[in-house]
């Protein structure tokens, strides 16, 4: 396997001193059968007991990983991508993809050969701000997902560490950021909730978010976004729940209990703090110049908070902290990961690297990568650019020693851990995506959100309405016409009161000075120059916000959100406090 021959060893050492440093905080699993025999090539563990029954995930893990070899130890802190929309069958465009990337054709000789921990579904749409790593797409609608996931977890249950549920994980963070679209309950942003300020409302829509993931096989969100909205990021923007620390650790702890409570390990991200930068780490090394003062009461609690939700995962950044280890991305920091995250903050669970195709992360060989961001303290490599050198990469540096045996044993049964607690969660059927308990619950919360940052608190516009918007939003203006006419809102093609829509990536060009009505549906920076007499808020294009406007433009509702983020010479709401 690339060049690296070793025997395989047996990993019975420094389990039981790890153990009693991983919090379960779980009961345990159901049993499961026996692993199947092992694809040739690999090293089948032997039945063990301990390793697939009994009630604690943390011991259960400690007594499988004493049975793992190197190679399969190997394999379970490697996540990356693949090409293709299905495990076992696959275009010969996808087969060329995944040939380069990892040596085989399919998903599933990828899992079998490299013995995975798990898998990324990856995919992007047009506003997508992180679509510069996203080298393929794994997803088309529920059913499909559906499928390919049940096919990869056929492939995991192969291996020797087949006994712990197979880690299938996307970023399903809804807004910009959203890999599965049709079919499924669309969440409004986060800066939406941030605006509704209520994390009752935020838990019960991310509940149903979580329920349906785990219906479609999908047990890891990299999601919520933790990270404070400190300057005008870009890259961040509405992914955030806002600019004020406490109003977004409020946010993020909410999210963090739905998600879990779905079924689906929630992973804060970007460890510690992408918002403090508003460079965009998919093409650079953004750096943070705060204090570590400043990052601890202004980046830190929203991280803390999630924590204390019982998140199971940190996302570490590709973030060059100034204050704390000037030089180092934050993903390859042993004083960011390991002193401060696990140090000062307490956290227990699985670290996961942001994506090692991006730019920060490749600047070392992606053995070489994966072994420094191991060493950090990063328990899971996502999307390395290559699975074969990070692989082989890691044996090596294990076998010769810059690895440190202690330090892989340690992050694969964090992980294995994180799997054996997934186990008890049983999943929804299908037939739970997009129910109306769960848009309702979407409604709400886009409901909460709607804000009124100029003009008067929840009078009706003046009927007939014009719907416009700046380019590329045709589906957006059709919703939004649908709802209004749903709200009994006459329509126009032209003629009547103009509700101008603007969204992502717009600026002051994409505003119309003749709109009685400008409405920002991502982040509201850009209403600060418009002209409208009317100026609304929704932070989000969803299905879910633009019937929550048209209730709002019908004088049906009262737009009770605050902006989350400050908008010069504008206040947070002219609907009082």
Request: hydrophobic share 45%; proline share 7%; glycine share 12%.
């Amino acid at each position: 396997m690339g060049g690296v021959q070793i025997r395989p060893r047996r990993a019975g050492i420094a389990v039981a001193a790890l153990t009693a440093l991983l919090v379960s905080g779980c009961s345990g699993a159901p049993e499961r059968p026996d692993p199947t025999p092992s694809p040739a090539g690999t090293s089948a563990a032997p039945s063990t007991p301990a390793a697939t029954t009994g009630t604690d995930p943390a011991a259960r893990a400690a007594a499988l990983v004493a049975t793992l070899s190197d190679e399969d130890l190997v394999g379970q802190v490697l996540m990356p991508y693949a090409y293709g929309d299905s495990a076992t069958k696959v275009s010969p465009g996808s087969a060329a993809g995944n040939q380069a990337l990892a040596g085989v054709d399919t998903p599933a000789q990828m899992i079998a050969k490299y013995r995975l921990g798990g898998l990324i579904l990856v995919g992007f749409s047009a506003d997508d701000p992180t679509k510069g790593n996203q080298e393929t797409t794994n997803v088309d609608n529920p059913k499909q997902v559906h499928e390919l996931t049940g096919g990869l977890r056929d492939a995991a249950g192969r291996l020797a560490a087949g006994p712990a549920p197979f880690l299938v994980g996307t970023d399903q963070e809804y807004g910009v950021v959203t890999r599965v679209t049709d079919g499924v309950t669309l969440l409004p942003s986060a800066l939406a909730a941030g605006a509704a300020g209520n994390p009752t409302l935020t838990e019960n829509a991310w509940r149903a978010a979580g329920t349906e993931l785990a219906a479609m096989g999908i047990n890891v969100d990299f999601a919520p976004v933790a990270d404070v909205l400190a300057t005008r990021s870009t890259v961040i923007g509405s992914r955030s729940y806002g600019a004020d620390p406490k109003v977004a650790a409020a946010q993020v702890g909410g999210a963090v209990r739905g998600l879990q409570a779905g079924g689906v390990a929630a992973t804060l991200k970007h460890f510690p703090g992408h918002g403090h930068s508003a460079d965009d780490s998919h093409q650079d090394l953004p750096v943070l110049t705060q204090s570590a003062e400043a990052l601890h009461s202004g980046a830190w609690p929203p991280f803390t908070a999630g924590i204390e939700a019982g998140a199971m995962a940190v996302m570490s950044g590709h973030l060059d902290v100034r204050a704390i280890d000037p030089g180092t991305p934050a993903t390859f920091s042993h004083k960011l990961l390991t002193d401060v995250l696990r140090g000062q903050l307490g956290f227990k669970g699985v670290v996961i690297t942001d994506g090692m195709n991006m730019p920060p992360a490749k600047r070392w060989a992606p053995g070489e990568a994966a072994v420094r961001a191991l060493n950090a303290g990063n328990d899971l490599i996502l999307m390395t650019p290559n699975v074969g050198q990070a692989y082989d990469g890691l044996l090596a540096a294990l076998r010769g020693g810059s690895l440190p045996r202690t330090r892989l044993v340690e992050a694969v049964t964090r992980v294995l851990t994180m799997k054996f607690r997934l186990a008890d969660a049983p999943a929804a059927q299908m037939s739970t995506l997009n129910s109306p308990a769960h848009r309702a619950a979407a409604d709400a919360l886009a409901a909460g959100a709607v804000t009124v940052l100029r003009g008067a608190c929840g009078k009706a516009v003046p009927g007939p309405v014009t719907v416009t918007s700046s380019g590329g939003r045709d589906g957006t203006r059709a919703a939004l016409t649908a709802a209004l006419t749903a709200a009994g809102v006459t329509v126009k093609a032209s003629g009547g009161t103009v509700v101008h829509l603007v969204g992502y990536g717009d600026g002051a060009g994409d505003l119309r000075a003749d709109a009685a009505v400008t409405v920002a549906m991502d982040t509201p920076y850009v209403l600060a120059g418009a002209a409208s007499p009317t100026l609304l808020a929704t932070y989000s294009s969803s299905k879910a916000s633009m019937t929550a406007l048209a209730a709002v433009l019908a004088g049906k509702a009262r737009p009770g959100g605050r902006s989350p983020v400050a908008v010069p010479g504008l206040p947070a709401t002219t609907c009082g406090t």
